[in-house]
């Protein structure tokens, strides 16, 4: 348990669904990052949040949407994905403002698979 | 485009066997950080090294980094069951970038 929950751990949607990730952390820490997990591939950085800021895009399609309300909750909100955007989605958060060097905490992640 | 190769990308060996798993640059790296990533789980951090040839030892896991800094090695005596995991190492750059490798799937067989 590293004190960052993720709901849901699985989901099966199609490609004409919207859907939400959840992430949650009970660290009291001030920075939140999506990342994206595919078989085979480095994980790939989507988004930062430092104090509830977005801090870093990495030109990440707009069929995916970050929501940071407060410091403790991060949402990826999708719509109209595609087969290939099937893959494990990482929630992590640090204690610092989301540079490279802060201690990234991970939740279990969401499998996602898009039919 | 800067790029950590890991290698292998996978191993599956018997219990009480000995590995040594690679993660290479041609980037110099200010440090360079191990996870170990569980079925179903997230990566969790192992160890942090920052110094040129700096060695760390974590019970039966031994970590180095290179000297010239573009690439560490992660040695396990005794491989047990519960080591098994997706290994993935990730070198801070010199733009303050974190680059991820893709990871070395690792089974010990009991």
């Known amino acids: 348990e590293t004190g960052v929950t993720q709901t849901p751990r699985h989901l099966v949607m199609g490609m004409t669904n919207k859907k939400s990730l959840k992430c949650e952390q009970h660290?009291?820490?001030?920075?939140m990052y999506w990342y994206k997990q595919s078989a085979k591939k480095p994980l790939e950085l989507m988004f930062v949040?430092?104090?509830?800021?977005?801090?870093e895009n990495n030109s990440v399609p707009s069929r995916f949407s970050p929501e940071c309300p407060n410091s403790s909750h991060l949402f990826l909100h999708l719509h109209t994905l595609q087969p290939e955007d099937s893959a494990l989605y990482l929630c992590?958060?640090?204690?610092?403002?989301?540079?490279?060097?802060?201690?990234?905490?991970f939740g279990p992640g969401t499998r996602l698979t898009v039919l | 485009t800067q790029l950590l190769e890991q290698s292998p990308q996978f191993l599956s060996i018997q219990e009480g066997e000995n590995l040594t798993v690679y993660c290479n640059s041609s980037s110099v790296f200010s440090s360079l950080q191990w996870y170990r990533q569980e079925p179903g789980e997230g990566p969790v951090l192992l160890v942090t090294v920052v110094t040129g040839g700096e060695v760390k030892k974590l019970k039966r896991l031994t970590f180095q980094f290179g000297d010239a800094r573009k690439d560490s090695s992660l040695h396990i005596t005794a491989a047990q069951p519960g080591d098994t995991g997706l290994y993935l190492c990730?070198?801070?750059?010199?733009?303050?970038?974190?680059?991820w490798g893709a990871g070395t799937k690792l089974i010990i067989k009991p």
């Open positions: 992590a958060s640090s204690q610092g403002t989301g540079g490279s060097t802060d201690t990234q905490y």
């Open positions: 949040y430092s104090l509830e800021e977005r801090v």
């Open positions: 660290l009291g820490h001030n920075a």
């Open positions: 990730a070198g801070i750059d010199s733009n303050y970038q974190l680059i």
